[in-house]
């Protein structure tokens, strides 16, 4: 399904009369090999329906669900399954995802991200002597997993909104787990890159060969325990996974783990709660290149940091002179990325003090929205000067001082993106994670468990006591920056875009990029995506290396700026909604940097 826009905008014209066929049967595709670099993409057109995922298998999946009669709901959960067959490095049945949801007129927000041990307290990452583990010391075992909730947030979606059976959206996942499918380059060269992966007796005999070299590109390699899993849990739902012996072999991988030992139970797992919440939605003037158009962005709450730090970028922005900016070549120039990694600063500085599970959590003035107030964001986006602050300080969003102590940085990885448009009216953005690249490299039965866990605070409290927000609590479910986003036109309540990417804290860099690319430069989806990749995390100013001149460099740092070049690999998807020749279309757009496609009719 990879053609040009204009051509595909003719095929998905004819494929639109076509009718959905009566009963699904699964049609193996062929499997071409993903690169692990950059690789051009044209940007895709389609005119009845869209499904974009980081892996040609998993879109195509999603696809034949949608060409079934399926729902966005169904088509979501066979390219999850699939996802975490063919690319288990960043997602699956053994971690959590943040689903956003359109049914045509509302937004909902299915919230399936773990939870920590019934029996884990505020200590889990502290040493014998009261000092934080190092990282992968948290990562690597049984400590780092929580209880996993991807698949019983999609039951509760499915009971909801799907179409077709539960048991035939797993039949892609379970054909291609059996049959075999082809290594890819990016799979090939992660795993070759692992150093903890072979650690592990289960993992080092699928991913490895005799030798232990890793699989190579092209082989073709099947996970029958995963088939199996996957089979259980078509005829029983989450209990399959929840209850019983899969349920009781993760309990036994976490707990008996030679060195790192966790705390998952059985009632942790059969007990869990995926949740329904309300969406975080503001409003957004954005000053395009045919004058200002006002849109409404929904993204995903707290426990989610995403959509809050998002809203928070761009409404700083909007208070500046960063609209008015042009690009250069095609590129942001220094005096608007001055001012990007500045309201950066200024949102991840709030980020890293308020935002927590909001169960445990109470937001600065008793509404997350206080973080999103137009007069906060003024008076906010009033501290930037000419020179850079280099580290900002939180601000009082809600005139009341929080008793909480801000959340040191720490490393975040992983993850995958789903964007899709079903032709009923529906969509959804879901951004889905194990967090660390192989989670916390224990496998059980074909699929890897998260360490979703370090995603709190190792810390519980600063050097003074002050407790923080995102400190490991029973039952608490950790911070993310996952920033699953849906945009509306605000005068027509038309959906325009579903989109969001991977990477950890850079999500929301990724994620806003994206959306200003679209919303205030008049890209495609593609184009915004190409565009290459900036952040400050309320640190450096880092920038994708090798994409932007040395003058800009050069021009950031005489602003006072440490500037950091390294490589940022997002896995962007996005769907936006366009027109060609008077016709409606929908524009889809997948990350060069890995290997996802587009497709639809």
């Keep these: 399904m990879k053609h040009t826009l204009a051509a595909l905008a003719v ?26 670099g950059y690789t051009e993409k044209p940007g895709w057109a389609t005119t009845k329906f869209a499904v974009a995922a980081a892996n040609p298998l998993a879109t195509d999946a999603g696809y034949q669900i949608l060409k079934a009669g399926g729902s966005a709901i169904d088509a979501a959960i066979a390219v999850q399954m699939v996802l975490g067959l063919v690319e288990p490095q960043s997602s699956g049945i053994g971690g959590g995802a943040f689903l956003l949801h359109y049914n045509g007129k509302d937004v909902e927000a299915f919230d399936g991200r773990e939870t920590a041990p019934a029996a884990a307290n505020e200590k889990l990452f502290l040493k014998a002597d009261g000092k934080p583990m190092a990282f992968y010391e948290g990562v690597i075992g049984g400590r780092s997993v929580g209880t996993p909730g991807t698949v019983r947030m999609l039951e509760l979606a499915h009971k909801q909104y799907g179409k077709l059976p539960w048991a035939t959206l797993f039949k892609p996942a379970i054909a ?21 992966l072979k650690n592990d007796p289960q993992a080092a005999a699928y991913f490895y060969d005799a030798k232990g070299e890793p699989w190579p590109v092209g082989h073709t390699l099947k996970n029958p325990e995963f088939a199996a899993v996957l089979h259980k849990i078509a005829a029983e739902g989450s209990r399959g996974l929840l209850e019983g012996t899969v349920a009781q072999a993760i309990v036994d991988k976490v707990r008996g783990h030679a060195t790192n030992p966790g705390q998952l139970s059985l009632a942790d797992l059969s007990g869990y709660q995926a949740r329904k919440r309300a969406p975080i939605c503001h409003d957004y003037s954005a000053q395009a290149p045919g004058g200002t158009h006002d849109y409404r962005i929904c993204g995903f709450p707290p426990p989610s940091s995403g959509a809050l730090a998002v809203g928070q970028i761009l409404g700083i922005l909007s208070h500046t002179n960063a609209a008015y900016l042009p690009l250069e070549d095609g590129l942001p120039g220094a005096n608007w990325l001055h001012l990007y990694t500045e309201a950066s600063r200024l949102a991840f500085a709030d980020r890293g003090l308020y935002v927590g599970d909001p169960d445990f959590v109470q937001p600065p003035g008793g509404t997350w929205m206080s973080l999103l107030d137009d007069s906060y964001l003024a008076s906010r986006a009033a501290l930037i000067e000419e020179t850079s602050m280099r580290t900002a300080q939180p601000g009082n969003p809600g005139a009341v001082k929080t ?6 940085g720490q490393i975040e990885h992983g993850t995958s993106h789903i964007s899709i448009v079903d032709p009923y009216g529906n969509a959804i953005a879901m951004t889905t994670t194990i967090e660390d690249v192989f989670g916390a490299r224990q496998m059980v039965k074909g699929f890897l468990l998260n360490n979703e866990l370090t995603d709190f605070s190792f810390a519980p409290a600063d050097a003074q006591g002050k407790p923080i927000a995102n400190r490991v609590q029973a039952g608490k479910r950790p911070r993310s920056s996952m920033a699953p986003t849906l945009v509306f036109d605000k005068a027509t309540g038309q959906l325009v875009m579903s989109g969001g990417s991977p990477g950890g804290a850079l999500i929301i860099h990724f994620t806003a990029k994206t959306l200003y690319g679209v919303l205030n430069w008049g890209m495609t989806p593609q184009q915004a995506i190409n565009l290459p990749n900036f952040a400050s995390l309320n640190g450096p100013s880092i920038l994708e290396e090798g994409r932007f001149p040395a003058a800009t460099v050069e021009a950031l740092r005489q602003r006072g700026a440490d500037v950091s070049e390294r490589n940022m690999t997002s896995g962007l998807q996005a769907i936006t909604r366009g027109q060609a020749h008077g016709m409606p279309l929908w524009l889809g757009g997948a990350d060069p940097r890995r290997e996802g496609i587009v497709m639809g009719d």
């Design 176 to 196: 291609l787990a059996e049959g075999g499918f082809k290594v890819s380059a990016r799979l090939n060269t992660l795993v070759k890159g692992d150093k903890y």
């Design 403 to 408: 008793s909480y102590a801000p959340m040191a």
């Design 11 to 36: 095929a998905a014209l004819l494929g639109a009369c076509a009718s959905a066929p009566d009963h699904f049967s699964y049609t193996v595709p062929l499997q071409p090999e993903g690169s692990s």
